[in-house]
């Protein structure tokens, strides 16, 4: 991306006058991108990063300072990122929402570290989505070969995009794109857990989604002493205790967070951000819980007649009804009030 900053660094004024002179020489041969410092006064500036070192390759020169690998500007509080390496940016247009894997990873990316604009930070964020995202044409070429030839005005490019690599994983790992569920019991009807699965590209669990519980009927999570739950998956399958607190049918449902990207096309160059995230629910079939249950009581008689002072012999098995609505039934277990 190219964002536009002037330079407060004392060596500015000689890469500046360099930058402008072979700025100049390169656009009278044609077919060139060139950035000057007089674009700069109106142009967007870097928000957060670090400037690029000035470099040329083929028909491109970008030069004064004029090029950094971060958000370039702010769109109702979101950080924008340009995906057209090497390309002049204006202003923003209209926004589009981006579908596809990549987009959503390099959303949720934005999502998870819009917080912290620190430059590292924000860097290795704008590294990730054009080493991801970038348009497919002659800026893509410009970026790969900056990868290994290019240089950063205050950082390692080497430790910025080992960071990228780093977010880029991360996000991945949180982005989820098959969502299941379901129930177990513990204790007969009495106790019991949902299970919450959601799932990333490759078919692992996620780690790091923020996610709901509400079960309507007769239940309450252990943790909670109600029908609500939330927390954050853990790369596992997640299983959230509950215990029956009347007889009945009940039916979960987990909600999930999914972020997705915008574009925009009609700023002179391509750029990307997150989109507020969006809310999905995913519905778990149905069970029967039962906090209930009906013992029962026999009794043998050995004799029917016995001799005086002789002891009652009777045999006496005590069990659960297992009739009716009562089958499937056990005995609780001790329990401390």
């Known amino acids: 991306m190219v964002g536009i900053k002037h330079s407060h660094n004392p060596r500015g004024f000689t890469r500046k006058l360099v930058g402008i002179l ?37 028909s491109a020169w970008v030069g004064t300072r004029a090029a950094g690998l971060g958000p370039i500007m702010m769109v109702d509080g979101k950080p924008v990122y340009c995906i057209q390496f090497g390309t002049i940016v204006g202003s923003a247009g209209g926004w589009t929402p ?90 007969a009807e009495r106790t019991g857990t949902v299970n919450v699965g959601l799932h990333d590209a490759a078919g692992n669990y996620t780690s790091g989604v923020h996610f709901t519980i509400d079960m309507n009927g ?26 029956a607190t009347g007889n009945g049918n009940v039916s979960p449902q987990i909600g999930y967070d999914v972020t997705y990207g ?46 005086r002072g002789q002891k009652v012999m009777d045999k006496v098995t005590s069990g659960v009804d297992q009739t009716g609505q009562n089958a499937g039934g056990e005995w609780v277990g001790t329990r401390t009030a």
Not at 30 to 58: D, N
Not at 123 to 140: C, F, G, K, Q, T
Not at 273 to 301: C, G, I, L, M
């Open 22 to 58: 072979a700025s100049l020489a390169t656009m009278l041969a044609g077919g060139t991108i060139a950035v000057t410092s007089a674009q700069a006064a109106s142009g967007p500036g870097l928000v957060a990063g670090y400037w690029e070192a000035p470099f040329s390759h083929g």
């Open 98 to 187: 981006l579908t596809g894997s990549d987009s959503g990873v390099g959303a949720t990316m934005i999502n998870q570290h819009a917080s912290d604009m620190s430059d590292m930070t924000q860097a290795a964020v704008a590294y990730a989505i054009h080493d991801h995202l970038n348009v497919h044409d002659a800026s893509e070429e410009i970026w790969t070969w900056w990868k290994s030839n290019g240089a950063l005005d205050g950082a390692s490019l080497p430790a910025v995009a080992s960071l990228a690599a780093q977010f880029w994983t991360q996000a991945s790992n949180a982005v989820v794109t098959n969502a299941g569920g379901g129930h177990n019991y513990t204790q």
């Open 218 to 243: 007769p239940a309450k999570f252990d943790a909670t002493g109600n029908g609500h739950y939330e927390g954050y998956t853990n790369g596992t399958e997640m299983h959230i205790p509950w215990t």
């Open 262 to 307: 915008m574009l925009s096309t009609s700023a002179g160059q391509v750029l990307f951000r997150d989109n507020d995230p969006e809310h999905q629910t995913y519905n778990v079939a149905p069970f029967e819980v039962r906090k209930d249950f009906q013992p029962t009581v026999t009794t043998q008689v050995s004799n029917k007649v016995l001799k």
